[in-house]
């Protein structure tokens, strides 16, 4: 069974500080890794993902991944209040002709203003 | 608008009583699939089709059914409902190309209660 684990929170953290958020996946032959934020009550929203080790860059958003530890994080600088939502680290499932995403189940996090 | 549109957004049905949540998208892919959310178990995959008439189980798939008879539609039936099956559902969609593996859109969910 292919599993990805992520810290349940609540991860607190003041406004404009970085969060960090962090996730493991078992399956070596994991390709490619995507981060979701989740408001209450809507839908995944994707805004990130990342396929190669080390680090990946959108605006306040950095991607990061170590194959070798199996090991993928998400840092958001210059939190926002409106950056609060649960976040899903996923990972495609592709092996064996498969497809979809194996998700975590989420990491809450609050910024405090 | 690119998106994927899921009918109905709230249902409550009875047990026994067949019924089709619909999924359309807009944006050409080939690929979708079909999740539910539950509190303390998170996302998992129920079906996945990679293109029209090819579709295959996720990791729930007990109690439902698919079909992809058109590229845009992934309707997800479910023959004879039952209280186990109340969860929030998702219809999603991704493209392909380049050996890239993209990420799901999703819908905007399916509140499913079965009573």
């Given at each position: 069974?292919?599993e990805?684990e992520q810290?349940?929170?609540?991860?607190?953290?003041?406004?404009?500080?970085?969060a960090s958020?962090?996730c493991?996946?078992?399956?070596?032959?994991?390709?490619?890794?995507f981060w979701?934020?989740?408001y209450?009550?809507?839908?995944?929203?994707l805004?990130?993902?990342i396929?190669?080790?080390?680090?990946?860059?959108d605006?306040r958003?950095?991607?990061?991944?170590?194959?070798?530890?199996?090991?993928v994080?998400?840092?958001?600088?210059?939190s926002?209040?409106?950056?609060?939502?649960?976040?899903?680290?996923?990972?495609?499932?592709g092996?064996?002709?498969?497809?979809?995403?194996?998700?975590?189940?989420?990491?809450?996090?609050?910024?405090?203003? | 608008?690119?998106?994927?549109?899921?009918n109905?957004?709230?249902?409550?049905?009875?047990?026994?009583?067949?019924l089709?949540?619909?999924?359309?998208?807009?944006?050409?892919?080939e690929?979708?699939?079909?999740y539910?959310?539950?509190?303390?178990l998170?996302?998992?995959?129920?079906?996945?089709?990679?293109?029209?008439?090819?579709t295959?189980?996720?990791?729930?798939?007990?109690?439902?059914?698919?079909?992809?008879?058109?590229?845009r539609?992934?309707?997800?039936?479910?023959?004879?409902?039952?209280?186990?099956?109340?969860?929030?559902?998702f219809?999603?969609s991704?493209?392909?190309?380049?050996?890239?593996?993209?990420?799901y859109?999703?819908?905007s969910?399916?509140?499913?209660?079965?009573?």
């Amino acid at each position: 069974q292919k599993e990805v684990e992520q810290n349940s929170g609540p991860l607190s953290v003041p406004e404009g500080a970085i969060a960090s958020l962090n996730c493991t996946y078992s399956d070596r032959g994991s390709q490619s890794f995507f981060w979701y934020r989740q408001y209450s009550g809507k839908s995944p929203e994707l805004i990130m993902f990342i396929y190669s080790n080390g680090d990946k860059e959108d605006g306040r958003f950095t991607a990061q991944l170590n194959k070798a530890s199996q090991y993928v994080s998400l840092l958001i600088r210059d939190s926002q209040p409106s950056d609060s939502a649960t976040y899903l680290c996923a990972v495609n499932r592709g092996g064996g002709g498969a497809d979809g995403l194996t998700f975590g189940k989420g990491t809450h996090l609050i910024i405090q203003p | 608008e690119a998106q994927v549109t899921q009918n109905p957004r709230y249902l409550i049905t009875v047990t026994g009583k067949k019924l089709t949540v619909t999924c359309s998208q807009n944006m050409n892919h080939e690929y979708m699939s079909w999740y539910r959310q539950d509190p303390g178990l998170g996302l998992r995959q129920i079906y996945y089709s990679m293109n029209v008439e090819v579709t295959d189980k996720g990791d729930v798939p007990e109690g439902y059914k698919v079909s992809r008879k058109e590229k845009r539609n992934f309707p997800l039936i479910l023959e004879s409902p039952s209280p186990n099956q109340t969860s929030l559902y998702f219809c999603a969609s991704r493209r392909t190309g380049g050996g890239v593996v993209y990420g799901y859109t999703f819908g905007s969910g399916t509140r499913l209660t079965v009573v």
